[in-house]
């Protein structure tokens, strides 16, 4: 098994619910977040070109926070989800300067804290809060080894996106364009 | 053409508009640790080469500085640490794969020796220094008995951690600037340059000030090599690459970066050490002083920079 997300950058209008969504699900500490949106406007005026994109960890194959941590508190869950163990975590911030997409914050409590795809409630079958919140329905998750789950049907369909490829992270989250 | 990039909906001071997780404690534990691992790699070096009559600054009386040192850097690192409950989790697990822990490990072998050492010279600066219990002096005969054996251990540990203290950085390729494998050799080079001048400072004997400042000489040579190559290697790169080379090419970091780590901390002393060798009188302070203040500097300034740099999507 492996969780994936895909994001429609077309549908997408930008209203950050998601990250309302996921703040109050996931009880994010005030001054921090695990997702957000960022706009891309490109070309000159009246050429423009704009893209929404509702980021946040790209739960990487490859990921250099697990790679970097000294005591193993960042991980690969079930379904390559990455997550930190608070009670193994030291804060040494080594995982926040190793992410090149800067999808960690660490948290008031001490511990290193972003996006676990909502682990709580996709274990129970159940959607990411951002992904059932979205009002365009703009957000597709899955499981990439089930050919006939709704993130690999979209992928299987549309032209997609990872965000820095080059990194070689393999990231997990797909962007629709 | 790229207009703009609009962030909306992500708080965190820490991240935007730059990565800002790193503060002061991160370069000073790494130039503590490398000034260190200096002082300690000529002390064993020539404690094994049988010279420690010849230059006793370096095997005996440097080393005294080294525990203080190494256990001030510990405390940096400890300082930095977000959850400092938690610390000992640092020694439950060996991750090879992260230099923050094979790093910490090394210093968990460096710094007990670094005690051992001084304990076995304390009569250097306290003549008549007696232990008193009778097992303490058993075990201080052992360890003289092994001395060569421990100064081997030294010698392989003390490169490791000097070469660590660049690849902590250097393991990093979400920040261009630390991405580069030179980053190890440069800042053990680097280490060993503020190691060998803090040798000179304390040394009383000419001879042995002339060693090191030649010793020295070399060492900046081999920095500026690998600054140079770095920088080659940068702009033959990606974009990415050559955006942080260009944060000292032209950028924000041109200034402190050539005046203060190349001019001041490489250039100044190594003319004046080599004066030194042409006999001109050149009080031993200010190159010393200035090799290490650049070492320092040299920390602080890759720290902060390579915070700095970053992948653009
Ligand atoms: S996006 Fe960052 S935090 Fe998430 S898995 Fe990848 S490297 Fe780790
Ligand atoms: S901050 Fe925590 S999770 Fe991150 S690298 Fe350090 S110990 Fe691991």
């Known amino acids: 098994m492996r969780y994936a997300m895909a994001i429609d950058t077309k549908k997408c209008v930008g209203c950050s619910d998601c990250v309302v969504a996921c703040q109050t699900e996931n009880k994010v500490p005030i001054g921090y977040c695990r997702d ?140 629709l364009t | 053409m790229r207009e703009e990039i609009i962030i909306s909906g992500r708080m965190n001071h820490l991240i935007d508009p730059q990565l800002n997780i790193w503060h002061w404690h991160i370069p000073f534990y790494l130039f503590l640790g490398g000034l260190a691992a200096g002082i300690l790699f000529f002390a064993a070096l020539y404690t094994i080469q049988g010279k420690e009559e010849k230059y006793p600054a370096a095997v005996r009386k440097a080393p005294f500085i080294t525990p203080i040192i190494l256990v001030a850097g510990l405390l940096a690192l400890m300082l930095d640490l977000n959850n400092k409950p938690y610390f000992w989790r640092l020694y439950t697990t060996i991750r090879l794969e992260s230099p923050m822990s094979w790093g910490a490990w090394t210093l968990m072998v460096v710094t007990p020796i670094s005690f051992i050492w001084c304990a076995l010279n304390i009569r250097d600066i306290f003549p008549s220094f007696d232990w008193k219990y009778r097992w303490i002096k058993e075990l201080e005969g052992f360890f003289i008995r092994h001395k060569i054996t421990m100064a081997w251990i030294l010698l392989v540990f003390s490169v490791i951690l000097g070469i660590y203290t660049g690849i902590l950085f250097s393991a990093f390729n979400s920040r261009p600037l630390w991405n580069t494998s030179i980053l190890g050799p440069l800042f053990l080079a680097s280490g060993l340059s503020t190691g060998a001048a803090y040798i000179m400072l304390v040394s009383k004997s ?36 050559i955006d942080a080379a260009a944060m000292f090419l032209g950028g924000p970091y041109t200034a402190p970066f050539w005046v203060l780590v190349v001019f001041l901390g490489m250039m100044v002393p190594a003319f004046l050490e080599v004066m030194e060798l042409k006999n001109i009188r050149i009080p031993v302070l200010i190159p010393g002083l200035l090799v290490i203040f650049g070492g320092l500097m040299f920390r602080f300034i890759i720290a902060y920079a390579g915070q700095a740099s970053r992948w653009l999507y």
């Open chain 1, 36 to 175: 957000w949106v960022v706009e891309v406007t490109e070309g000159t005026y009246p050429m423009l070109e704009m893209e929404i994109r509702s980021e946040r960890c790209n739960q990487c194959e490859n990921a250099p926070c697990v790679r970097c941590c000294p005591t193993g508190a960042s991980h690969y869950s079930d379904g390559g989800v990455v997550l930190v163990t608070p009670r193994k975590c030291i804060g040494c911030g080594a995982c926040i300067a190793s992410c090149p997409y800067d999808a960690r914050f660490p948290h008031p409590l001490g511990h290193v804290d972003k996006c676990t795809f909502c682990s709580h409630l996709i274990t129970k079958g159940m959607k990411p809060a951002c992904v059932s919140v979205c009002p365009t329905k703009c957000m597709y998750f899955g499981d990439l080894d089930n050919p006939r789950s709704e993130v690999s049907m979209v992928l299987k369909n549309r032209k997609w996106k990872t965000l820095i490829p080059e990194a070689g992270t393999k990231p997990h989250l797909y962007f």
């Open chain 2, 206 to 241: 000419h001879a042995e000030r002339i060693m090191f400042s030649k010793i020295d000489l070399v060492l900046i040579g081999i920095e500026l090599f690998l600054i140079i190559h770095m920088f080659m290697g940068f702009l033959a790169s990606t974009q990415v690459q």
